[in-house]
């Protein structure tokens, strides 16, 4: 079994795979200070607790964006499973799709494996929309080639902002705000308003303009944790696919087994 390490920068997404089927996950925050015993006694324990032995697993592969954590990753895997583990877009698995970007060292391995992921499961021209600690928007066309994109920053992240710059703002809930209404009545419903609409339109206008530039009719693809959301009180997407990142390693374990 293939044990795949997708490193985000609010949480690492830890997947254990049959061939292309996840069999289980866990999740734990990011903390580049985590040792890779640390990591072991929790990941063994989870593991353990549905049935899954150490032994089950003979291929590790490690996508992150947060270069710190690779080094703690790489100690859990060869310490605790005696593997030498893949990281993307090192080595053996480096992308083997092209990158038309002025600095293709610079891309993000989650965004590249969104890319190598979204190309073998969908048609076409496309844009993914990945929803994590930053919004991005990445085209790929119907080579698989990676085209470029854009990099906002998150809801969560807008909403830290907004509630850590001002006195007297409250935390709130992300959600659909009840009232169809733009026109809040209170604190709340206004700043539920402005964070939840105004990203509707920020993804909206932004999908729009990188479709006129793609010149070609182009798909558009929503992973990452918000993407359901949005999903369920907008017509934005075409498909909706919550483990792309993930399915990116598992292609690109494949590919050098």
Not at 98 to 123: C, F, M, V, W
Not at 134 to 155: H, L, S
Not at 246 to 255: F, N
């Amino acid at each position: 079994m293939l044990l795949a390490a997708d490193v985000g920068n609010t949480n690492v997404v830890f997947a254990l795979f049959e061939g292309r089927e996840i069999k289980a996950r866990w999740r734990i925050a990011t903390d580049p200070r985590r040792t890779g015993d640390e990591y072991a006694v929790w990941l063994l324990q989870l593991a353990k607790l549905q049935g899954f032995r150490r032994e089950d697993i003979d291929q590790i592969i490690i996508g992150s964006v947060v270069p710190r954590a690779i080094h703690n990753l790489t100690v859990l895997a060869e310490k605790y499973f005696g593997i030498t583990p893949l990281v993307a877009g090192q080595g053996e698995t480096a992308y083997r799709f092209e990158l038309d970007i002025e600095q293709p060292s610079s891309l993000g391995a989650d965004r590249a494996l969104n890319t190598l992921a979204a190309h073998e499961k969908y048609e076409g021209d496309l844009i993914v929309v990945d929803f994590g600690t930053a919004t991005t928007f990445d085209a790929v066309d119907f080579n698989g080639a990676y085209k470029g994109g854009i990099i906002a920053p998150g809801i969560n992240l807008s909403l830290d902002a907004l509630v850590g710059n001002t006195a007297k703002l409250p935390r709130i809930a992300i959600e659909k705000p009840a009232s169809e209404s733009v026109i809040g009545r209170n604190t709340e419903d206004q700043m539920l308003i402005g964070v939840f609409w105004g990203y509707v339109a920020l993804i909206e206008g932004l999908i729009e303009r990188m479709k006129r530039e793609i010149g070609r009719p182009a798909r558009v693809v929503a992973t990452g944790g918000l993407a359901l959301l949005f999903n369920e009180h907008t017509d934005l997407f075409d498909a909706v696919d919550s483990d792309l990142t993930l399915e990116g390693l598992a292609i690109l374990a494949e590919q050098v087994r």
